[in-house]
């Protein structure tokens, strides 16, 4: 820590309030930690879930097309494919959670594929649209951990920072300039004891 | 050239249909490069030379199978040439559904083209000026132009003109049974009947389902003399009743379970499994009748179909058992 130490009761007085404040600090977050890894923990018990289901619905959604496409050749499926008339829109948003700022992923446009598939397809249309619908909401919690993750690793860092070095150094600062402080109003205490003494002598010769 | 010398040649050609053994032990390849060698001992052989990618062998298939058509329409003569055209027309109406959707979804030419049935003589319309077209609209403008097809002035999807391109294939199929012989004339009928039973049947339990609109079932349900009237269909399909359908048609029950379940690609195999059933009944009887050669047709397509499908569930890497239920058998 670089700073102009000076051992005056004013700079010791400052150091103190310095001290108090980053204590508070410690704490505060020390605090946002706790809650980034209660929302960290709540979100990847949410991700652990999503992430099975999507790969079940992953499982059904190619044997679906495998059994569509093998009844029904490749021509069927690609032409069928080209009906879809609108194309998938999303939009991020940035969202700030305990000041983290995360994406949210809103759909603007998805295709409907009871509006254009032909009836045979359509169940499989509808399935891929359901999984899309659900991979965007992986992606958006997959960026959620992210930065949350990124975000608590550096709170982490500042409060190990605080704890076991900012705070003990000031703490020893503080102590040592204490120390020299006492040290020196116990001298200037002898000192003027000394002269009292002196006084007092040289007035009794006279 | 008679009608006994395509009998004939029907006869002839029939052997070289694969075997049922011969398609399982296709659909126990491992891999596609093992369905090909396996493959290459057949008709398919010479064609399927070369063939790596799933496309390439799909189209390999789709070649031979054509020129199996061709082969079989340049032995038929006079009359029965000109009801075995009209019967072939299916795979032009294959093609202009694949257009018309290509064409909905602004596909360029050589996308649409990359995708058509080899047709060729096997149909009436020139494809080329349709793949021109710049839009849907001028594409149907030219079907339209052509008088082969009557599509109807204003459709609010695809599926009402696919239906519509289907119903005057249909309606010309079932007007070309007067130039077959006079003994096989029920038959063809019958047979013709039940593909659109069937297609009626597929809209009555979509609009049940409401997938498709009450409104659009009345243009989606194809006139059958051979089959289910459409008036009772349209009265079903106001009752909402499936429970109905499949009791009073129990020929169907096979086919209408499976589209009930939801499995609509079950229900497609299931078709054609209920047609080779009624062929495969006729079969004794009408060995040398004109009918052979329609019970000829069906198996060759089958034979296609089964062998495209166990190529694509062999790229799926399906398990055998998947696969073999995708069989028609």
């Not at chain 2, 290459?40 to 008709?43: E, F």
């Given at each position: 820590m670089s700073m102009g130490v000076r051992y005056t009761r004013g700079f010791l007085l400052d150091l103190k309030r310095r001290l108090t404040f980053v204590r508070d600090a410690h704490e505060l977050l020390e605090m946002k930690r706790d809650q980034l890894v209660r929302e960290l923990k709540e979100v990847i018990e949410k991700f652990k879930e999503m992430r099975e289901k999507i790969e079940k619905e992953v499982e059904e959604l190619h044997r679906e097309l495998a059994m569509v496409h093998a009844t029904y050749g490749s021509q069927e499926i690609l032409s069928s494919s080209r009906l879809l008339k609108e194309s998938l829109e999303l939009e991020v948003i940035p969202k700030s959670i305990m000041g983290v700022d995360v994406p949210e992923v809103r759909i603007k446009k998805i295709p409907k594929p009871e509006e254009a598939c032909p009836p045979h397809i359509l169940k499989l249309a509808k399935m891929a649209s359901t999984i899309i619908r659900d991979l965007i909401k992986l992606a958006e919690l997959e960026a959620f951990i992210e930065r949350i993750a990124e975000d608590l690793r550096k709170t982490n860092i500042r409060v190990n920072a605080l704890e076991k070095v900012v705070i003990p150094s000031y703490e020893a600062l503080i102590k040592r300039i204490s120390d020299i402080i006492d040290q020196s109003s116990l001298e200037e205490f002898m000192r003027i004891k000394i002269v009292k003494k002196a006084l007092a002598k040289r007035r009794a010769i006279r | 050239m008679s009608l006994t010398y395509l009998i004939c040649r029907v006869h002839g050609y029939a052997p070289r249909l694969l075997t049922r053994d011969m398609i399982l032990d296709l659909a126990s390849a491992r891999t596609l490069q093992e369905f090909v060698e396996k493959l290459?001992?057949?008709?398919y052989g010479q064609k399927l030379e070369g063939a790596r990618t799933l496309t390439e062998i799909e189209d390999s298939l789709t070649e031979v199978f054509m020129n199996k058509l061709r082969a079989l329409l340049k032995a038929a003569s006079g009359r029965t040439q000109t009801f075995l055209k009209a019967y072939l027309r299916r795979y032009e109406v294959q093609n202009l559904v694949l257009v018309l959707r290509m064409k909905a979804g602004k596909a360029s030419e050589k996308e649409i083209e990359r995708l058509l049935i080899p047709v060729e003589e096997l149909g009436t319309l020139k494809i080329e000026p349709i793949l021109k077209a710049e839009n849907l609209e001028q594409a149907l403008e030219i079907i339209r132009g052509s008088k082969r097809y009557l599509l109807p002035e204003k459709a609010e999807n695809i599926l009402v003109l696919e239906t519509s391109l289907w119903k005057d294939y249909y309606a010309a199929l079932l007007k070309n049974i007067s130039k077959t012989p006079l003994q096989d004339r029920k038959d063809l009928k019958k047979f013709i009947g039940l593909e659109i039973d069937l297609h009626n049947l597929k809209i009555c339990l979509l609009t049940m389902d409401e997938i498709i609109k009450s409104s659009e079932a009345k243009k989606l349900i194809i006139r059958n003399p051979a089959g289910i009237p459409r008036r009772r269909l349209l009265s079903l399909v106001k009752r909402r009743a499936k429970d109905l359908l499949l009791e009073l048609f129990h020929n169907y029950r096979g086919y209408l379970e499976k589209f009930i379940s939801g499995e609509l690609w079950l229900a497609e195999i299931e078709k054609y499994k209920i047609l080779k059933r009624y062929v495969d009944a006729l079969r004794i009887p009408k060995f040398i009748n004109f009918f052979y050669v329609m019970k000829y047709l069906l198996d060759l397509e089958i034979e296609y179909r089964n062998l495209r499908s166990i190529a694509i569930s062999i790229y799926h890497e399906l398990p055998v058992e998947a696969r073999t239920r995708l069989l028609i058998m």
């Open positions: - | 290459s001992r057949t008709d």
